[in-house]
């Protein structure tokens, strides 16, 4: 079968054609080469890798997601290697990094990414802050297997630690950043993730439990001074935001992620 073939038939069985593409790249070991395709669309492909091609694009088809299916996803130029073991790193969580680095913290500021999973926030933030001192956290030693791995590949530092949220870590951080579980138990939307850890999904029956958590435990570990910043849910800007100022955050506010929904929301430890 040539290339244009395969990918005529990976259509047939109902997979996009981006996906198809990065399917097919990967089976036949270019991930890197996406002209290659063009270039080579009357090219045979082997019997093994369209045996391999095939069942990848089966898997797709039933709702695995592409990155588990390549082991590969990019999050703010970095490319991560990924699994089963943590979440896929969305686009929307690049709204939080965006904000860490508009706040301008000084070359000592010591950051801790919570729930870090891949450890994208963590890596992305060391990547774009070199001079930072920052730490990865996951309550999962799986987890930070994955971290772990792709910090030694990307060549970054990080420190990374096994707890749950912030027992028994003392801190003082400039920053803190998270993206938590905050999807409520019996969500309809959990169906389509049933691929990915529910242990960094949901978050009881309205999924804020994590988020409580967090906005309780974060000013005794942040400098006078110090921002928390906060993914969460669609609809749950307005509650994150009541919750920050009750802990006595001040500048609470909210950033919208790329197509316009209210995506994190974070505060400031006051001076004093």
Known sequence: MKVSQALAWAAGAG???????????HALGRWHDRAWLIAHDEDAVTDQALHRYQRLCQRCHRG????????????????????????VP???TETLVDWALDLELSPQTRAIDLGTGS????LALKHQRPDWAVSGLDTSSAALTVARANGTRLGLGIAWMEASWLEG?????????????????????L????????????AGAGGLDALTTLIAQAPSRLTP??????????RQAAAVRGLLIRAGFKN?????????IERCTGGQRPQT
């Open 15 to 25: 997979v996009e054609r981006r996906e198809a593409d990065l399917l097919l790249l």
């Open 64 to 87: 695995e997601p592409l990155a588990y299916l390549t082991g590969r996803q990019e999050f703010y130029g970095l490319e991560l290697h990924v699994d089963r073991r943590v979440l």
């Open 90 to 92: 969305r686009p929307d």
């Open 119 to 122: 450890g994208a926030l963590a």
């Open 169 to 189: 870590v003392a801190g003082p951080f400039e920053l803190i950043v998270s993206n938590p579980p905050y999807i409520a138990e019996g969500d309809p939307h």
């Open 191 to 202: 169906p389509a993730l049933r691929h990915e850890p529910p242990q960094a999904l949901t």
């Open 225 to 234: 001074g110090g921002w928390l910043l906060l993914e969460h849910g669609h």
């Open 252 to 260: 609470v506010q909210t950033r919208a992620d790329l197509a316009g």
